[in-house]
């Protein structure tokens, strides 16, 4: 399956590349029989880009997205609709083998009272209570932001503050990697075994959205 300029494209685009290609590191390289693990999927939609190809490797998965009416269409699968952090309290931080955030690449939530939502980084301080000695999570990477994306924006303070920059437009993925070593080392103790980025799509033939896959052991 080839990598998708998302600038070239129009109407429905199968954009699973990058999970599709997590998936084979998993199984292929890393040698990690995956036939029994529970997953919890955050952010699943209607299942099209990722629920589906985890589905088809796993023995159970929780779903959790905001719309109902998306997640009714993905079949075989526990479901919890919701903003994510009710989802969350409603699961009661069940444990889990794989945990996959297919998070926006954006500020998704905007509550003052709860604080801005930006991407996947306010989700990371909840992984380490959703496993009990080893898990492998994958996510989202956004390292070239476009469209709304403004350096003088809340999206890129959110950015800056979270990876310690002062710019935060163009990011080198392998610096991304080094930093969530360091982050689960700093803030919660817990080794990051293997750790991997995989292309997931391109925006006028920059590759601006990755996966980072990666090994977590208490």
């Keep these: 399956m080839a990598l998708i300029d998302i ?25 990690t029989d995956m036939s029994e693990m529970n997953v919890l999927d955050m952010f699943a939609g209607d299942g099209t880009w990722c629920t589906n190809k985890i589905k088809e490797e796993v023995a159970s998965m929780t779903c959790c997205d905001i719309d109902p009416n998306k997640l009714a269409k993905i079949e075989g699968v526990k479901r919890v609709s919701g903003d994510i952090f009710d989802c969350l309290d409603h699961i009661n931080f069940q444990k889990f083998d794989l945990i996959h955030i297919d998070n926006p690449s954006s500020i998704w939530k905007t509550n003052v009272d709860e604080g801005y939502a930006a991407e996947y980084f306010r989700l990371l301080n909840y992984v380490p209570r959703l496993f009990e000695e080893k898990c492998i999570v ?7 932001p476009y469209g709304e994306y403004t350096e003088d924006s ?4 959110q950015r800056r503050e ?7 437009g163009l990011l080198n993925v392998n610096d991304l990697v080094e930093f969530h070593k360091q982050y689960y080392a700093d803030f919660h103790k817990i080794e990051v075994g293997n750790i991997t980025v995989v292309p997931r799509e391109m925006y006028e033939g920059v590759i601006y959205w990755w996966n980072i896959v990666y090994e977590l052991n208490k």
Excluded: C, M, P
């Design 138 to 144: 994958i996510h989202n990477l956004n390292t070239a």
């Design 154 to 157: 809340l999206w890129a303070e």
């Design 162 to 168: 979270f990876y310690g920059v002062e710019q935060s």
């Design 7 to 31: 600038a070239e494209q129009k109407g429905d685009v199968d954009r699973s590349h990058g999970i599709v290609e997590s998936l084979k590191i998993i199984k292929d390289q890393w040698k």
